[in-house]
């Protein structure tokens, strides 16, 4: 019998490439999950959950508190993944780490440190494809002036280390940041001009704010390396994050515009925290709802 997953793959023109190829094949796109809202299941579980849905891909969330923060995830623990992901046909294109360009000199070390942990894991979870690093930036819109040459500066340093650990770390312009916009997020990569840092693309964060999404594309996706995708609700001022289908995002326009502008790679679903904190909370349940709306989407797009 025909899959959901199985005829997702087959519409997009990957179904017969290797599992980890399928993040980056021609002519398509790959729908995962972040583990980021998968934080009271076990990574196996979570793992388990996400591959029976039928999403191709996963991010892992390196962030405190979470089973594969560095300190706690240990060698064991992340060969055991290595196994499970390979045993689900699981790709692994991307590792959350939450940084910021806006750090004192101390938090700032710690930032560095983190950017070389967060590397160990990817080489440790996959050597000849390590996964990029993915993160936003911190700061407030209302301080972009007066620190944009410190973030300069920061973002320097962290593409040193990236270099010297192989790796690539994908910046996120986020609504309450002081990195908010195309502009400014492209403005720090000119700034640093280093291949070791791209751009995550997360459209909701600019719905926020009024700026248009082929626009927002244009600007970004020849830059991107990975997307993120949620829904939002309110404006720039007072906003509420949802998941994929509860908010105003036309999905086929979505998938449409980043075939066309040759887009190939993960979009991976991540449930904000001001989702997932709430009491209720059910993570298989809003994994399962994400995938019904994005499948869909996609599959009318062909």
Not at 253 to 258: G, N, Q, S, V
């Amino acid at each position: 019998m025909t899959t959901r997953r199985h005829f997702l793959h087959t519409a997009l023109g990957f179904a017969a490439l290797p599992s980890f190829a399928r993040a980056a094949a021609p002519g398509g796109v790959s729908l995962g999950f972040s583990l980021y809202g998968m934080k009271t299941l076990t990574l196996s579980e979570a793992l388990k959950v996400c591959a029976e849905i039928g999403y191709a891909n996963v991010e892992m969330a390196l962030n405190a508190g979470f089973p594969t923060e560095p300190k706690v995830f240990t060698a064991e623990a992340r060969a055991e993944a290595v196994k499970q992901l390979a045993a689900l046909k699981l790709d692994l294109p991307c590792l959350m780490v939450n940084l910021s360009l806006t750090a004192d000199d101390k938090a700032h070390a710690l930032n560095l440190q983190g950017i070389k942990d967060a590397a160990q894991v990817a080489r440790d979870m996959n050597a000849a494809q390590p996964p990029i690093i993915e993160t936003v930036c911190g700061g407030k819109p209302a301080t972009w002036e007066q620190q944009k040459a410190g973030m300069v500066e920061k973002l320097q340093a962290w593409a040193e280390v990236a270099e010297k650990e192989k790796t690539v770390i994908a910046i996120k312009a986020h609504v309450g940041s002081a990195v908010n916009s195309p502009e400014r997020l492209l403005w720090l990569l000119e700034q640093v001009k280093s291949p070791s840092i791209q751009v995550t693309y997360d459209y909701s964060h600019f719905e926020l704010q009024g700026i248009d999404m082929e626009e927002s594309m244009k600007l970004l996706l020849p830059r991107t390396k990975f997307i993120h995708v949620k829904d939002a609700t309110g404006d720039a001022a007072k906003f509420q994050f949802l998941l994929p289908g509860e908010g105003k995002t036309d999905y086929v326009k979505y998938f449409t515009a980043l075939k066309q502008h040759g887009y190939r790679g993960p979009v991976v679903v991540e449930v904000s925290g001001q989702i997932f904190s709430k009491p209720g909370y059910e993570p298989i349940a809003a994994a399962k709802k994400c995938h019904g709306v994005l499948a869909g989407a996609v599959a009318k797009v062909g």
